[in-house]
Structures are given as structure tokens and as C-alpha cells.
């Protein structure tokens, strides 16, 4: 049995990651902002700020895997992405570390690769090609976490999330959707799956177009995705255009984040 931590809790894939996973583990706890959630009667709900060392440590004493969500899930001002996804992955990665954590899964990102060519196939191993402050965010978390995990044992799992949502919703998702039933069938193989040491993979459905090779997620966490974005390619006409690289927008000079 393992007790849990999410941080991010109440965000999209958090949401939908405690649903998936209702009674899976034997403690759950939520880290969260000021955010109301709606916890069931099993899960233990912590308020807390991600630049709260002392409560984040606290919040991990007697868990066993933390999987941080928080951030800002998008391109954002320089000083943002600095205060939550590298200060507040700081603070989770050595709050775990304080407090006897086995484990941490950590949501990475494909905008870690998103400059790559949409005619080139990218696997774990290739080098970062970060496409945003956000990619970049995002490449710190995995060294950070190789960091831990070579220095002091704590073993890390990062997940280069594709594009979560329940359909895909253009036509580079068809590439890169992560359906909400691989999400979550994703997330419980990083948390169960025994003595993964340091480890990276793609979080990606079983996509016809897809650019990732992901064999690596199979072999070592067990997790084989079963959907395909092609059962909804009908959505897009052939007339769409097509993504010139991984990140699509994240990737052009004038994206600031979807609303800036
Ligand atoms: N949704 C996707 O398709 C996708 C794709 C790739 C990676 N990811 C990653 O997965 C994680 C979750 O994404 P999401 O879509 O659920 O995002 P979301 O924006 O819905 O949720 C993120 C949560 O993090 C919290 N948060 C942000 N900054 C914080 C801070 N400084 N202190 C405390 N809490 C803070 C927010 O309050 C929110 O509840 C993120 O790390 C994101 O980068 C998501």
C-alpha cells in the first residue's frame, strides 16, 4: 500500500487524477492553494504555498510518493514561471528529500523538446530543445530531479506530458494527445511500479501520428497506452495546418501564454 501526495491538486490533471485513482492508495493527501477543493471523505487536504518549505515538509511526513502538479501549466512572464515551476520545485523536490519521501513523479512537459521538427521522432534520450520560459521550467524540474536522485537516493519519475484533455483539440494534438484514461493509467504505473531509480518518459497516448518513441514506459513502468487520437481525426479538416514543430504556438516569438 502507498500514501500519496499531489501537489497542484485541484488543477486540471489533479482533478481528474484523484477521480481516476479513488481508492487506489491507502492515504492521499492534497497540497493545495487557497483553491476551494472538493475533497471525498479519504483524502486529507493541506493549504499551503509551494514557497512554504516547513509546511511543504510537514505535509510529506509519512508519504511515501509525492506527485507534484503545481505550476503554471502554460508560457508565462519570466518572474512567474521563476516563483512556481523553479522556486516551488526547489521547495517540493527538498521538502521530500527532508521528509523521507521514496518518490517523486514529477509532471514534466513536451515543451522540453517542442523546437524539435515535426518530420524528426524524439525519444527520452535526445537532447532539450525547450520551446518557452515554460520548457525551460520544465528541463530545470528533470535536472533537479537527477540531482536528487544521484546525490541522495530519492528516486524520480518525469513525465513529458503531451496534451492532456479529453479530445484532442487541434490537429498537432493528434500528435500529442494524452487521453484522460492513459493520464491516469500513466500516473498510477509511475507511482506503483517498483524501484524505477531515475527514469523519464512520455506521457502519450497510443497515437497513429505520434512523434515520441515511449518504449521505455512500457518496459520499465508497465504503462501501454490503449487510445488514439486518429478515433477523432475527423474533428480537423485536411485543410488545417499542419504544426511545423512539437510545441506548436508555445514555440512562436510573440506566444505569451493563452489570455497575455
Ligand atoms: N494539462 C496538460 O495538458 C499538461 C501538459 C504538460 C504538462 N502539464 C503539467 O502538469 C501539471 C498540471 O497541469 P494542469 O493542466 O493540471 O494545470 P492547472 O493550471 O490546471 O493546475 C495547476 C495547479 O497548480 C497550482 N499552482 C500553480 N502555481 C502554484 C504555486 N506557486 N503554489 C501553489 N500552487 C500552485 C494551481 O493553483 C493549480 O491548482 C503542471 O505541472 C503542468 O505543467 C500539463
Redesign the pocket.
Known sequence: MTSVLY?????????VLRTGLAGQFDRVVLY??E?AIDADATEEVVVG???DLAALTEAMRGVDVVV???????EAPWEDIL???ID?TYAVFEAARRAGVRRVVY?????VIGFYPATERVGPAHPVRPDSY?GVS?VFGEALGRLYHDKWGLEVVNL??????PEPEDFRQLSAW?SHRDGVELVRCAVVAPEVGYLTVY?VSANTRGWWDNDEAAASIGYVARDDAEAHAELFSADDPAPSVHGGQFADPSYRGVGR
Not at 501537489?7 to 482533478?15: D, E, H, K
Not at 509532471?107 to 515543451?111: C, E, F, K, L, Y
Open positions: 501537489t497542484g491538486a485541484a488543477g486540471r490533471l489533479g482533478t493545495v492553494r483553491e504555498r509551494l514557497d507534484h502538479l503545481a505550476a503554471i501549466a502554460d516563483a512556481s515551476n516551488g509532471a514534466s512537459s513536451h515543451h515554460y520544465k513529458r506530458i503531451g496534451c492532456f484533455r494524452l506521457g
